[in-house]
């Protein structure tokens, strides 16, 4: 099972570009990288999913360079409302690999005003 | 997306009783869902795999007979912590897979 590791906080002001990068060194090939975020007292949201190269939607965007042993995702211009833990996970989509994923500690945005 | 929903959103019970938490998939059918817990400032634990049909999957450390869950149909896992303690107040999360894993807005378990 692929460990993921990511810095535990960040701090950014409001309107800047937010890059969080995520570490999996051990990524399996049928693994995929999918990142939530979680407010406080709710349940984790999905925000994007790739496998490789780069993926956006219209909340953020995901980069993945050729090895897949990292990712980033990316948020445009931030807002205080994106202040939360946003997490990364690397599982097997097509197993059901992700009901065994162990979700690391997360990395905890703070948004400045 | 698809919505996976909690019931209740928060509920306190005292000591020794039983406190039942049920999770429904909205708009999809899910043959797996599963159940984590979240103490404060901490992340989500997997607790359990729930199989509908079929006995739930724990583990390693979660007690099978505290934590019931029953996978009765397809959209409905309920998780029963039974003779709740104190230490069992947390933040409990039920899951179910679509595409991707959608996760309900968890339960505020309190227990005095």
């Known amino acids: 099972l692929a460990k993921t590791t990511q810095p535990i906080s960040m701090d950014s002001y409001e309107g800047q570009e937010v890059n969080i990068t995520c570490s999996h060194n051990?990524?399996?090939?049928?693994?995929?990288i999918t990142w939530y975020q979680q407010f406080p007292s709710q349940g984790p949201r999905f925000i994007i999913q790739?496998?490789?190269t780069k993926v956006t939607n219209e909340v953020a965007s995901l980069f993945i360079p050729a090895d897949r042993k990292s990712s980033t995702l990316s948020l445009p211009r931030v807002s205080l409302s994106d202040t939360a833990v946003y997490y990364c996970?690397?599982?097997?989509?097509?197993?059901?690999?992700?009901?065994?994923?162990?979700f690391g500690i997360g990395t905890k945005l703070q948004v400045i005003p | 997306g698809a919505v996976v929903s909690q019931h209740p959103s928060w509920v306190i019970c005292k000591s020794g009783t039983s406190v039942k938490i049920e999770c429904r998939s909205l708009?999809?059918?899910?043959?797996?869902m599963f159940w984590y817990r979240q103490f404060p400032k901490q992340s989500l634990m997997l607790m359990a795999t729930?199989?509908?049909?079929?006995?739930?999957?724990?583990e390693q450390g979660v007690e099978k007979d505290k934590f019931l869950i029953n996978h009765a149909s397809l959209t409905l896992s309920t998780l029963t912590v039974t003779s709740a303690h104190p230490e069992d107040s947390s933040f409990y999360i039920c899951?179910?897979?679509?595409?991707?894993?959608?996760f309900g807005p968890g339960t505020r378990l309190t227990v005095t």
């Open positions: 996970l690397v599982g097997d989509m097509n197993s059901g690999g992700y009901q065994k994923v162990t």
């Open positions: 899951s179910a897979r679509e595409a991707e894993q959608y």
């Open positions: 708009d999809f059918q899910a043959t797996t």
């Open positions: 729930s199989n509908e049909g079929s006995k739930a999957t724990y």
């Open positions: 790739g496998y490789k």
């Open positions: 051990n990524i399996a090939t049928n693994d995929y």
